[in-house]
């Protein structure tokens, strides 16, 4: 019988074949791996064999060697482009890149080929985990002739600010809510563009977490830029604060590649910036209510239920201070990775739909997004890609014209539309009998 029973009994599984498994039931890993290795291939093609073009490294290079010369003046660290207008983290950046290669163009082409396939991981391992798009759509994220450009023929700071970024919501779909701050402020350490980012990412965080937890992240966050801007703060606080955080930078009509079929009066006045800012709070607002918070029964209900609960839980605990309750509990949510980066996404794409001025290296700023975005809306398949085909041309017309920027509007719009028309889907993983409160 002992001889018997050991024939019968099954040989303990192999962590190999565990793997294995996992890989056959989602083809997606050893594609994205595949896709990974591809494209490293081909952009160290373009490095090796496309010319560089020289638009702003110089002018990079000559604000680092102010700052490592001991210029802490913000006004007075200046380019052949102009004053430097951004915060302290680009400096610390770029001075890193000038120490590893001498100020010299090809070794920096060659780190940002490694940057450009970091964020590319990043971005195979944010879009594997949500499960949104088919395996083959993958490939979308590596087809942008303009995108390659930006990385490792133009080494614009939007690189590192993108790939910080993409870093921060990995961290965020982990429910790391304190870490991913941290990483998304160093991202706006080096471009404000990733600002936002900031009200769906403050929405996520009121949803997932209490009031305490969300002031004590914010808290984090705001220490990494006084941290970084400290020596500049200490000395030029308000040469500082007006040139890394300008926000009312007018742009040169000539590079805007979205609103170029506005006449030039009309696209540098302060009533065209007013009218897309009001646009732009305007689409964050109906998007909280009738898409974000549609389960919570929109903004102001989701509001009054969080300040219910936290008076609750506020009230249990002066009662009972030594002991511990589960309803003490019941002011932080699990919510879903779909929920997270499809309004991370969508909140972004709301900005850049709105912005005035969108030059070509801020492409990166929402290129990654697209094929997420796309699957999210009701299209169809062939209208999805026929969409995401007419972006990338419109980025790839150089001049901008008339006629590219107009269209270029019309296919955003259409992507919002679609996003608008996509039914919202119950943002929690926990909870879910709550999942019809207030949803009708």
């Not at 080929?113 to 949104?132: A, P, Q, R, W």
């Amino acid at each position: 019988m002992a001889i018997s029973a050991a024939r019968n009994r099954k040989p303990p599984k192999r962590r190999s074949d565990n793997i294995i498994q996992k890989i056959y039931k989602n083809p997606k890993t050893p594609f994205a791996f595949s896709l990974l290795l591809s494209d490293a291939l081909l952009t160290a093609l373009i490095i090796a064999y496309v010319p560089y073009t020289k638009i702003d490294w110089d002018a990079y290079m000559s604000q680092v060697d102010g700052f490592i010369g001991g210029e802490r003046d913000y006004s007075s660290l200046k380019g052949d482009t102009g004053p430097l207008v951004y915060p302290a983290g680009f400096l610390y950046i770029y001075s890193a890149i000038q120490y590893v290669t001498g100020g010299d163009v090809y070794p920096a082409q060659i780190l940002f080929g490694f940057l450009y396939i970091v964020n590319l991981g990043i971005v195979l391992f944010i879009y594997v985990k949500t499960d949104v798009l088919p395996w083959w759509a993958l490939t979308l994220l590596s087809l942008s002739k303009r995108l390659h450009s930006i990385f490792v023929l133009r080494l614009f700071n939007d690189c590192f600010a993108t790939t910080l970024f993409h870093a921060s919501l990995i961290p965020l779909l982990y429910q790391k809510w304190h870490l991913s701050l941290i990483i998304f402020s160093a991202a706006v350490s080096v471009k404000m563009n990733v600002l936002l980012y900031a009200p769906p990412l403050l929405l996520l965080m009121v949803k997932a977490m209490d009031f305490i937890g969300v002031i004590s992240a914010l808290t984090g966050a705001a220490l990494v830029q006084i941290l970084l801007g400290l020596p500049f703060l200490w000395s030029y606080p308000i040469e500082y604060l007006s040139k890394a955080f300008n926000l009312g930078r007018v742009f040169i009509h000539f590079w805007s590649v979205n609103f170029k079929f506005v006449p030039e009066p009309v696209f540098v006045s302060k009533e065209f910036a007013l009218v897309l800012l009001v646009i732009h709070l305007g689409l964050l607002l109906i998007f909280v209510q009738y898409r974000w918070c549609k389960h919570e029964g929109g903004l102001v209900s989701f509001l009054r239920s969080r300040f219910v609960q936290m008076r609750l839980k506020t009230s249990i605990t002066s009662s009972f201070p030594l002991k511990k309750s589960h309803n003490t509990s019941s002011g932080t949510k699990i919510l879903k990775k779909e929920h997270i980066v499809t309004t991370m996404f969508t909140g972004n794409f709301i900005g850049i739909v709105c912005a005035r001025s969108l030059h070509y290296q801020f492409y990166s700023w929402y290129f990654y997004s697209l094929p997420y975005l796309l699957w999210r809306t009701p299209f169809p398949t062939v209208v999805r890609l026929l969409l995401f085909a007419g972006v990338e041309f419109c980025w790839n017309v150089f001049p901008s014209t008339v006629y590219s920027s107009l269209v270029l509007l019309c296919v955003h719009i259409i992507i919002l539309w679609g996003l608008w028309r996509a039914p919202p889907e119950y943002p929690y993983e926990n909870d879910r009998s709550q999942a019809g409160m207030k949803a009708s």
